[in-house]
């Protein structure tokens, strides 16, 4: 079965670091890209950025760039998305999804179940 | 880059049809056939129901349909069922590195 399993729920003080991860199974996960998507409570889907595990080649939304790292480690089939620095504004459900192997931009065809991120002090 | 414009809500009755709409630039929606729609039911996560504006996955139902026009895309729900109630977000290619998401639309089931 072709799934993502994301890390667990994280409740953290603002300033503090994390480190969120989605993990693939059941494909060759080296192909493929795994972007990474954001939804406040009661919002709509915001797209942060995506990963080319094979390479590590990587996209970021202008909204997102500088805020996030998007990064891999190919040989234990895992994304991670992480913060330096977070702020009370980072509280969300963060989804990862495997997007089409040929255009990154096409599709997300395979989702994980989300990791919910608290941020409050 | 704007979020893609979506109406809040849309409902129809059972066996009913109810079409979404999708409107962005031609920056986004208008210059490429890069559109895909995804179904969320509450608490869960998304699901692609549609790509490339009008292609449905694997095991997807033909009663979910898309089309585009200029800069609108549009899904199309045919004989509406219970579990079709759901928030469905319209998605788009915005050029160089970026996807645009719109803001969903929840669709009720009267």
């Known amino acids: 079965e072709v799934q993502l399993v994301q890390s667990g729920a994280e409740v953290k003080k603002p300033g503090e670091s994390l480190k969120i991860s989605c993990k693939g199974s059941?494909?060759?996960?080296?192909?493929?890209?795994i972007g990474w998507v954001r939804q406040m409570p009661g919002k709509g889907l915001e797209w942060m950025g995506i990963?080319?595990?094979?390479?590590?080649?990587?996209r970021y939304s202008p909204s997102f760039q500088g805020q996030v790292t998007i990064s891999a480690d190919k040989s234990i089939s895992t994304a991670y998305l992480q913060w330096s620095s977070l702020k009370a504004s980072d509280t969300a459900m963060y989804y990862c999804?495997?997007?089409?192997?040929?255009?990154?931009?096409?599709?997300?065809?395979?989702w994980g179940k989300g990791t919910t991120v608290t941020v409050s002090s | 880059q704007s979020a893609l414009t979506q109406p809040p809500s849309a409902s129809g009755s059972p066996g009913q049809s109810v079409t979404i709409s999708c409107t962005g630039t031609?920056?986004?929606?208008?210059?490429?056939?890069?559109v895909s729609w995804y179904q969320q039911h509450p608490g869960k996560a998304p699901k692609l129901i549609i790509y490339?504006?009008?292609k449905r996955p694997s095991g997807v139902p033909d009663r979910f349909s898309g089309s585009k026009s200029g800069n609108t895309a549009s899904l199309t729900v045919s004989g509406l069922q219970a579990e079709d109630e759901a928030d469905y977000h319209c998605?788009?290619?915005?050029?160089?590195?970026?996807?645009?998401f719109g803001g969903g639309t929840k669709v009720t089931v009267l």
């Open positions: 999804a495997r997007g089409s192997p040929m255009y990154w931009y096409n599709y997300m065809d395979v």
């Open positions: 059941g494909y060759s996960f080296t192909t493929y890209w």
């Open positions: 990963i080319y595990i094979g390479d590590s080649e990587t």
């Open positions: 031609s920056s986004d929606v208008g210059g490429d056939n890069y």
């Open positions: 490339d504006v009008n």
């Open positions: 998605c788009s290619y915005a050029g160089s590195t970026n996807l645009v």
